[in-house]
């Protein structure tokens, strides 16, 4: 194999080089990173740096940090509030989750007694946070006309659960947190969205609902990712819970949403 | 006897054997989780002060996870072998350290191995609190651990891996690309190991007749594994699925492995259905586990005497006894699959790897490692490069490897097909014998024994490239 003709990165199987490039029939049939040639042992110096450039979008989209300035000019008019959680930095952060789960001490939030917050947190991807919360928080709002939405909150630091203390302060009847998915090599920017009826700190995992990936176009449009969330919170408000009792008895999750 | 030491002039207690154990662990992000870490250096050092003049035989008197609460430890002391641990019987911990290291300096490989059954996870996990990451290379080198089913692993001066041909969708077509991507290689004599995308029989009965087809189709002395919940093995070996090898994840306590939803009996039951297959040539090692450090307290299962955390490495060290009590071909640890809040950084996850391999093969286990890393781990190439070679130094029995290093389905680093050449190559290492046969015969090697580059119109490619043709 000569990894200099088989080129670099976005090379499809149809580009003319490649015609009659017997290699193809192993990347036509996977998107795995397969046929890649050699050097001596060692991958070919185009195919390491593809690798490595994969590998710096992903890291970079955990370290980047979420940036509020971005989030208030995609939402204009919104009312956004902030909090940190209880991990002071990045590192601590990934390090312990436990912190992440917490808001640092003396956060204060107005008492709403909204029907629903909405929390944009960091998670593993502030990234995917930029590019798809503000989305699907306008497509979100269209389909929850009946609902009585608290400000947006804007969480650093902050992992899955500290929706539950978020939402517990706010006096909210459900919290959905819109969060970034660990990034992988093929997809930095994945959102995922966890819902929570009755929010305080303590629920389990088992008590969320999940819609994960969604990340257009390649992954969930913001339009079919709503419509489920708010398929789901209808189900959750009339059966007063969320979670594993929910998927049971509420509606069946679209394939690729749960 | 009170367990204290001085170190920088403050005197260090430690009252439980749990805690000495945890305080006495290398760094790692885990245990600084679990509240069980040393709180400073110097009391690190106190504690690995403490427990190398702790007498072995202490361990089999005093647990770090209950007797009566927990079958695990029941399955150390109720297997342990006294005529085995009888020449280090009269040992420190500090003392074992020096007794292993003086005889993998002589190269008496029959003194190590030996032990095997002598010692207890506990004992195994305080030795490698004690040694330096040379140390753990040094005596994994002259471990020997030798298992077969189709191809013999563990033998002097060969490297095996375990081709690993992850999709996202369990295309056969897909899954067919990787695994002749593998092969040409020169991959795959450990094991080809498959995790579904989804744990369904039906799903894990097809993805195992799609490679007991290739292999039967070249005649390659491996085995196949499809890495599905031993509950669903059990459901397609009754079927008459053509299993090879029964997997299963493990840990080292039982609420841990109540999480992963196996007893021993379960895993005793599936043990014996692989076997009476009989598709073994070499062999009848039929047991594949993998394991991992953090795996009990993700789990929240990490919980030993008196309620207090147990250090994950302890724990870890502990998973291989479940394993070895089932004479498995293979067992390897994921060692940073599972995220920076239980190893954080490359010095961390190198550590780990070592230890693990150390542990597993003291102990008596086939020990591979799967060289891994995620997104959000202060780790890189770089790492695993590093922690790859000293490895192959230590004799590690294989090394999982996927389509340049990136693994599609579960979204995660490992090792590429070339740095498994890198690592054979580098450290003079070979296939396991029968699949280093096999390569001869498909023209793969060229005169000095290296996998060669082959052009795709050679026979051998084309031979190879017609399986993955749809």
Redesign the interface.
């Known amino acids: 194999?000569n990894g200099e003709r088989r080129g670099s990165v976005g090379v499809t199987p149809t580009d003319p080089l490649h015609q009659g490039?017997?290699?193809a029939?192993?990347?036509a049939?996977?998107?795995?990173?397969?046929?890649?040639?050699?050097a001596g042992?060692?991958?070919p110096t185009s195919?390491e740096l593809e690798?490595?450039a994969?590998?710096a979008a992903?890291?970079d989209?955990?370290h980047q940090p979420l940036d509020p300035a971005v989030l208030r000019s995609a939402l204009p008019g919104e009312e956004l509030l902030e909090v940190r959680s209880a991990a002071p930095d990045r590192a601590t952060y990934?390090?312990?989750?436990?912190l992440g789960r917490q808001l640092a001490a003396g956060t204060e939030l107005p008492r709403t007694g909204a029907d629903l917050a909405v929390v944009m947190a960091d998670g593993?991807s502030p990234a995917a946070v930029h590019e798809h919360a503000p989305g699907l928080v306008v497509a979100l709002r269209e389909r929850l006309t009946g609902w009585t939405l608290s400000p947006v909150v804007l969480a650093h630091q902050a992992r899955v659960a500290l929706g539950d203390a978020v939402g517990e302060a706010l006096g909210a009847r459900a919290v959905v947190v819109l969060i970034g998915e660990?990034?992988?090599?093929?997809s930095?920017d994945s959102l995922g969205v966890y819902l929570t009826w009755d929010p305080r700190p303590g629920r389990a995992d088992s008590e969320r609902n999940c819609v994960s990936n969604v990340r257009p176009p390649h992954g969930l449009s913001y339009a079919r990712a709503a419509d489920t969330v708010a398929a789901l919170l209808t189900a959750a408000r009339e059966l007063g819970a969320s979670g594993v009792a929910l998927k049971d008895e509420g509606p069946v999750l679209p394939p690729g949403a749960g | 006897m009170r367990r204290r030491a001085t170190v920088g002039g403050h005197t260090y207690e430690f009252p439980t054997l749990v805690e000495l154990m945890a305080r006495a662990t290398p760094l790692r992000?885990g245990d600084?989780?679990a509240g069980c870490a040393a709180g400073s250096a110097a009391e690190r050092v106190a504690a690995q002060t403490v427990l190398a003049d702790l007498p072995l035989a202490t361990f089999l008197e005093e647990q770090v996870v209950g007797y009566d609460e927990d079958d695990v430890t029941r399955l150390i002391l109720d297997t342990h072998d006294r005529a085995a641990f009888a020449p280090v019987a009269a040992l420190t911990v500090g003392g074992l350290r020096d007794r292993l290291l003086a005889w993998a300096a002589a190269g008496d490989e029959a003194a190590i191995s030996g032990l095997a059954r002598g010692l207890t996870p506990e004992m195994v996990a305080a030795t490698a609190k004690l040694m330096r990451n040379a140390d753990l290379v040094a005596v994994g080198r002259r471990t020997r651990v030798v298992t077969g089913l189709r191809s013999t692993l563990g033998l002097p001066g060969r490297l095996a891996s375990r081709l690993q041909?992850?999709?996202?969708t369990d295309?056969p077509?897909?899954?067919?690309?990787?695994i002749?991507?593998g092969l040409l290689s020169g991959c795959g004599d450990a094991v080809i190991g498959i995790n579904p995308a989804t744990d369904s029989p039906a799903r894990t009965a097809a993805l195992l007749e799609l490679v007991d087809a290739v292999i039967r189709r070249y005649g390659i002395p491996t085995q196949s594994c499809v890495l599905a919940h031993v509950t669903t093995t059990l459901r397609v070996l009754e079927q008459g699925a053509p299993v090879d090898l029964v997997f299963q994840s493990v840990a080292g306590t039982q609420p841990a492995n109540r999480g992963f939803g196996v007893t021993l009996d379960l895993l005793a039951e599936a043990r014996a259905g692989a076997l009476a297959l009989g598709r073994g040539t070499v062999g009848r090692n039929v047991t594949y586990f993998e394991t991992g450090q953090g795996s009990a307290l993700s789990a929240d299962a990490h919980r030993g005497v008196g309620g207090r955390p147990v250090d994950q490495q302890t724990l870890e060290a502990r998973a291989y006894a479940v394993a070895r009590e089932f004479s498995p071909l293979l067992v390897n640890t994921v060692v940073g699959f599972i995220g920076?809040?239980y190893l954080?950084d490359g010095k961390q996850v190198l550590r780990a790897g070592l230890e693990d391999h150390f542990c597993g093969k003291l102990l008596g286990l086939p020990m591979g490692v799967d060289v891994c890393y995620?997104?959000?781990?202060e780790v890189?190439?770089d790492d695993t490069d590093s922690l790859m070679l000293l490895l192959g130094a230590a004799g590690c029995t294989f090394l999982i490897a996927?389509?340049?290093?990136?693994d599609?389905m579960l979204?995660y680093?490992s090792l590429?097909f070339?740095d498994v050449?890198?690592a054979?190559?580098v450290l003079g290492l070979r296939p396991a014998p029968e699949f280093e046969a096999w390569l001869a015969r498909m023209e793969l090697l060229d005169d000095a024994g290296?996998v060669r580059?082959?052009?795709?119109?050679a026979p051998t490619?084309?031979a190879l490239?017609a399986a993955?043709?749809?």
């Open positions: 194999m490039d017997p290699w029939v192993l990347r049939a996977t998107r795995a990173r397969v046929a890649l040639g050699r042992d060692a991958l195919r690798f490595r994969a590998h992903a890291r989209a955990v990934l390090q312990r989750p436990d593993l660990r990034p992988g090599l093929s930095a | 992000s600084v989780l041909p992850n999709h996202p295309d077509v897909g899954v067919t690309a990787a002749v991507d920076p809040e954080y995620t997104n959000h781990a890189d190439g996927v389509p340049g290093a990136d599609v979204h680093q590429s070339s050449l890198t054979r190559s290296r580059e082959l052009t795709a119109d490619a084309r490239l993955a043709t749809p």
